[in-house]
């Protein structure tokens, strides 16, 4: 079996060994004979909009082949449906990196979720590895380039939250997405309908509903909870980042874009923005241009009798 042409697999040729997760929407297991590839199986398969799984399978395979490689590595994409008599059952993804987990004292692995980032480090933290300031702001570069090549793509990541977005920093700092069958092409329908993590939902939005503007929200939440180590700082309260993270320079243009989150659909700042913004660089406001002057005319060279020569042809 393959899933490298993004063909429909039946869930007969499929041998779930072991069940790693268990969310609200389906569990997560890993399968015989084929290593660091997942199935997650929905726990309401009459409710899946199969036409729109197959469209984020579409995506990933209508990019070009170093584009997919970042994506992979980036996020648990949607490889293949898993279908059995007609009805899509769950779908084959990647495993996130080894690189992504951590061993916990009682040897077991759990994911390294950017819950871990926003509390201050626990003693039961012990195996995750804490990020220095330099490698803080690395992973909200990170992050806000991710979600910018998603919206780039024409994509709504929907329910972006400190469950289901993974980070390490070796050996470099590097972000994860989960859960990417929430994810919707604009304008399309969901695979499934909307989940919302609380304390992660875009107070403008009604329940259920995600934008490219809601996501501009959840993002502008995520770096602000990543730099000031705070799980609930939100825009339209107070920023205080984390010493170190940031130059004075960068922090200004920051807690600029974290006030201008707040705003109303329309206001709050894209991904680009923050890229900028975290690059330290100048936002240079650009004025539409201005058409030249028209040469004034001598009307006198155009009007009343004209004298005409003529032309000698050669025999």
């Known amino acids: 079996m393959t899933v490298v042409d993004g063909a429909d697999v039946p869930l007969s040729a499929l041998r779930p060994l072991k069940k790693i997760g268990d969310g609200g929407q389906g569990e997560v297991s890993t399968l015989d004979g084929q290593p660091h590839v997942l199935y997650k199986s929905y726990r309401e398969p009459h409710l899946v909009n199969g036409d729109a799984l197959s469209g984020l399978v579409s995506v990933r395979l209508a ?4 584009e997919r490689d970042q994506l992979d590595a980036s996020a648990a994409w949607p490889l293949c449906r898993v279908v059995d008599e007609g009805r899509v059952t769950g779908f084959l993804m990647n495993e996130a990196p080894a690189s992504m987990s951590w061993s ?6 759990r994911l390294t979720e950017m819950a871990f980032l926003l509390r201050p480090a626990k003693a039961a933290w012990q195996g995750v590895i804490q990020p ?46 989960l859960d990417c069958d929430g994810i919707r092409l604009s304008g399309s329908a969901p695979v499934l309908a909307q989940a ?4 992660w939902n875009d107070p403008l939005a009604p329940p259920g509903t995600v934008t490219v503007d809601s996501d501009r929200y959840k993002a502008a939440l995520a770096i602000g909870r990543i730099l000031a180590q705070d799980a609930y700082v939100a825009p339209g309260r107070p920023l205080v980042p984390l010493p170190g993270v940031l130059d004075d320079r960068r922090e200004a243009a920051v807690r600029a874009l974290y006030d201008a989150a707040a705003g109303a659909y329309g206001t709050r700042p894209g991904l680009g923005q ?5 690059a330290g ?3 240079v406001r650009l004025t539409a241009g201005q058409p030249r002057p028209r040469p004034a005319l001598d009307p006198s060279k155009f009007e009343g009798p004209r004298s005409r020569g003529t032309i000698r042809l050669r025999d």
């Open 274 to 278: 923050w890229r900028v913004a975290l």
């Open 281 to 283: 660089r100048a936002q």
């Open 196 to 199: 919302d993590t609380p304390d």
């Open 104 to 109: 916990t004292a009682d040897g077991s692995t």
């Open 132 to 177: 220095t300031p330099a490698e803080r702001y690395g992973l909200l570069v990170a992050l806000a380039e991710l979600v910018d090549r998603l919206h780039a793509t024409g994509l709504v990541v929907g329910d972006l939250s400190q469950a289901n977005v993974l980070w390490t920093v070796r050996p470099a700092p590097a972000v994860h997405l």
């Open 63 to 66: 990019l070009g082949p170093a």
